[in-house]
C-alpha cells in the first residue's frame, strides 16, 4: 500500500462522485475526505469524524466501491472507512471546516443540513430550501451537437420564458444522454428569476407523498408542490404503477399548468412507453413538447472531450482525443467515465496524455468480473448501432464492406460472449450457412491479433454489453 496513489485514485473518484451525487450530498458526504490507502483487494477511505464514516457506510457504500473498482479495474476490490482526522495527509485542507465537521459531530448525532454555507436564496415567503442542482450541470457546460440540438433548443426556450413556451417540456432519452443535465441547467436558469423552484425525482415524490400521508401531513405537501413556480421532475418513470401518488401528482400537474407554471419532467423513454403510467397522466404529458436526446455523434463526443480536458488543463493531442471518442460510442456518461480513467492513468504514469498511453488505458479497461449472460438481439443491437447500420441488415442480403465487417463483429462476439452453435449463429444472422459463420469468425479472430483498432471495437462492444446489462443504479441521475 502506498499513499500517493491511493491520493490520486481518490480524487478522480471524488471527481466522478461529485457529478453524480447533489451538491448537498457531495458537501456533507464526502467533501472533507481522503484516500489513504490503496492495496490489492482494499481501498481504504480516510473520513473526518466516526459520523461521517457512518454515514458513508450506509449510504454511498456500493456507488464508492463501484467507481473505485472501475478506477482502478480491481473487481474484488473492498472499500474501508477509517476515522483518520488526525492523520498528517488532512494538514493540507483548510482548518476551518474540519473544526466544523468535528463540532457538529460532537453537538450533534442526527443529520445535519447541508452546509451552512450555502444558505439558501429564500425569498421571505417561500419557505422552502434551495433545490438541490448540480453544480456542474449548466447550460455552459452543455455541448450541443445534433443529437440533442431539439432538446437543448426548447430547454434554452423554457429557461428563458418559464410557462409560457412549451408546458410540460418532457425530455427523454436513454441513460447518460444528458437529460438530468438539461433538466437541472433549466434549474439553474430558473433560480435566476425566481426562487420558487422545486427539483425533485420521481422516487424521491412517492416518498415523500408516502411520507405525508403516514405523518397526515398531505395538505403541506400539496401545499409545496403547488406553489412552485418552477417544478423539475427528474426520472418521472418512477412514479408509474403507484395509484395514489399518481394521483396527487395529476393534481399538482392540473394546478400548476392551469395557472401557466412551468413542469419539465425527464424520462427513459417517452410518456406513452412507460409501463403503469395512469392514462391521464400520459396524455397531460404528451400535451406540451416531447424531446428526445440521442446518443451523441463523433464530433458531439470530441467537443465534450475537449471541454473536459480544457476544463482539467490537459492539453491533448487531436489523435487522443481522436481515439477516446472512437472508444466510447454509447453514452455521455460513458464517455466521461473513459475519460476519467484514462486521465488517472495519465496522472499515476506522469505524463501527458499521448496516444500510447490512451491505448494502454483503453487496453485495460476493467470488465465486470461475473458479468450477466448478454442476448443476441442486444449483441446485434451494439454491433448494428456502432457500424450506423439497422440491426435488421446484419441478417439481410447486403454484402457490401461496411455490412459485412459488421456482420463478422456480430458472429464473433454472439460466438465469444454467448457460446452459441454455428447453426444457431447462422440463423441469428438470417439463415447463413455453417461454412460462413465459421469464415466470419476465423476473419476476426485472425485479424484481432494485428489490427488494433479492431480489438479496440471489439472490447469496447464487450463492455458495453456487459455494463448494459448490469443492475440499474437505484439513485437517480
Ligand atoms: P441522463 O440523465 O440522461 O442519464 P446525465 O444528464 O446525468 O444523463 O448526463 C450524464 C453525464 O454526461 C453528466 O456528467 C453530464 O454532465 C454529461 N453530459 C450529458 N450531456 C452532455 C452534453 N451535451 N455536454 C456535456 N456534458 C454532457
Ligand atoms: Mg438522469
Redesign the pocket.
Known sequence: MHQATAAQVWETALGQLQ??LSRSSYDTWLKNTQGLALGEDRFIVGTPNPFIREGLERRLYTLIRKTLMALTGQPNLAVEFQVAALLTATASRPAAPQAREESAFTENTTLRPPEAGLAPLIAWDWPYPQPSL?A??TFE?????G??QFS?AAAARVAERPGAAYNPLFLY????????????AVGHRALGQSPKVLHVSGDQFTREFVGAIRNQTTDEFQLKYRSAEILLV??VQFLAGREQTQESFFHIFNELHSHSRQIIL?S?RPPQAIPGLADRLVSRFQGGLLAD?QS?ELE?RQ??LR??LEEEGCPCEDECLALLAAAAPG???G??ELLNRVLLQARLSQSQLNPALVAQALARSPRPSSRPATNPAAILGAVAEHFRLAPEALSGPSRDRRTSQARQVAIFLLREELRRPWAEIGRELGGRRDSSVLRGYARVSAALKADAELRLLVSQLRERLGAELLPPDPRS?
Request: proline share 2%; glycine share 12%; aromatic share 4%.
Open positions: 457529478v453524480q448540480n456542474k450541470f457546460r452543455f455541448v450541443v451537437g443529437c440533442n437543448h432519452g436513454g441513460v447518460g444522454l444528458g437529460k438530468t443535465h438539461l433538466l437541472q427528474d426520472d425527464a427513459d436526446l451523441p458531439t467537443a465534450i471541454l473536459r453514452s455521455i456518461r464517455l466521461e441521475h
